[in-house]
């Protein structure tokens, strides 16, 4: 699984909290929106994948499908709660923090951890084409343990 797996307390607080989370995006607080943001936001920053959130979902008692979970993931990124991460064509990650910062990505074991924005400089970026800017780099450092 990715990311910190300390339990989520759930209380009458954290439920006001997520609640206030949604609507203050533009997103209704239902009952799947509540539960799955309660598991995203419940644990500080993370990095998680639509198949982590569904097991995570599934293994806390919510009845929903896979494309629930997908969709919330894309409805939340639009909103501006999450970062989409696009590691490789099979797996894209959803990151709590939204700030501009860059990742390690360790290629055996899937986790993915926060590198700060300043700790990574890109020099020389090429001229974007004709009537576009340049609104962001993202850089995944990819690792492995020395064999």
Do not use: E, S, Y
């Given at each position: 699984m990715v990311g910190d797996m300390t339990p989520v307390l759930f209380s009458p607080q954290h439920d006001d909290y997520v609640r206030q989370l949604l609507q203050g995006a533009g997103l209704r607080?239902?009952?799947q929106r509540m539960g799955l943001a309660g598991l995203i936001f419940g644990q500080g920053e993370r990095h998680i994948t639509a198949e982590d959130l569904y097991a995570e979902a599934i293994d806390s008692g919510m009845r929903l499908s896979q494309t629930t979970v997908y969709?919330?993931?894309?409805?939340f990124t639009e909103a501006g709660l999450l970062r989409e991460i696009l590691a490789d064509p099979r797996r894209i990650y959803f990151d709590t923090k939204?700030?501009?910062h860059h990742h390690?990505?360790?290629e055996e074991t899937g986790e993915m951890e926060d590198i700060p924005h300043h700790g990574?400089?890109?020099?020389g970026l090429p001229t974007p084409p004709p009537g576009k800017t340049i609104e962001g780099v993202d850089v995944i450092v990819r690792v492995r343990r020395p064999s």
């Open positions: 607080a239902t009952r969709n919330t993931l894309h409805q939204v700030d501009p390690f990505l360790d990574v400089a890109v020099d």
